[in-house]
């Protein structure tokens, strides 16, 4: 079974800052990751795929991946109070069985 | 492209009732998936289908919970009898093929409250 930690916060950041999000798993297989971003009362959608080592960049948001340390984060820049929402970093595969496993989630309070 | 559906968007039950929920995943997407959350903690798989095979049901409570896939597009969860623990949001999320590493997209859930 495999293991996804993160901090469950809140994480509490000022309008306009940098807010960063961590994720490290247990599974040495997984080769993608996904962030999902769930709003109080909403289910969660998909903001971030990432599939190789390094950076991925799209809009405000970073995703890293450091596969040899097993750990993917998400950066936001210039945060804005609409991100304020529950993160869920979740292992993918690239092949072959997959059973998804998610995080309990990051709280992130983006205050004006 | 329309979502993920499903149906009733909330329910309120007795305990010991039974209770379906049902879902419509993304046209052409084989990979089904039914995810039980508490309110505090992520999804939790309780069953994964390709097409209208079980690819994982290994934390789905069979005593009580069944759950198909009939043709391989539409899918129902049924519980019966329900527990008050049994609380909980139940989604459902669709993904493609594995070529985009099993990308979910959710649908919007039943909010589900035993009494």
């Known amino acids: 079974q495999k293991e996804v930690e993160q901090n469950s916060g809140p994480l509490s950041v000022p309008e306009g800052a940098i807010a960063s999000l961590n994720c490290t798993y247990s599974?040495?297989?997984?080769?993608?990751f996904f962030w999902y971003r769930q709003y109080s009362g909403k289910s969660p959608e998909l903001i971030m795929s990432?599939?190789?080592?390094g950076d991925k960049e799209d809009g405000r948001f970073t995703a890293q991946l450091n596969k040899a340390s097993q750990y993917v984060s998400l950066l936001i820049r210039d945060s804005q109070p609409s991100d304020s929402a529950t993160y869920l970093c979740?292992?993918?595969?690239?092949?072959?069985?997959?059973?998804?496993?998610f995080g309990r989630g990051t709280s992130l309070i983006v205050h004006p | 492209e329309a979502g993920v559906a499903q149906s009733p968007r909330y329910k309120i039950i007795e305990k010991r009732q039974s209770v379906a929920f049902w879902c419509n995943p993304i046209?052409?997407?084989?990979?089904l998936y039914w995810y039980q959350q508490i309110l505090g903690q992520g999804p939790k798989l309780l069953i994964q289908?390709?097409?209208?095979?079980?690819?994982?049901d290994s934390q789905l409570p069979k005593d009580r919970f069944s759950a198909e896939r009939l043709k391989g597009v539409d899918s129902t969860l049924k519980i019966q009898p329900a527990k008050l623990e049994d609380s909980a949001v139940y989604l459902c999320?669709?993904?493609?093929?594995?070529?985009?590493?099993?990308?979910?997209?959710f649908g919007p859930g039943t909010r589900l409250t035993v009494t």
């Open positions: 999320a669709s993904s493609f093929a594995i070529l985009q590493g099993y990308e979910q997209y």
């Open positions: 599974d040495r297989v997984s080769q993608s």
């Open positions: 990432i599939y190789s080592n």
């Open positions: 979740a292992p993918g595969s690239s092949g072959g069985s997959y059973i998804p496993t």
């Open positions: 046209s052409g997407h084989a990979t």
């Open positions: 289908f390709q097409n209208n095979g079980v690819v994982d």
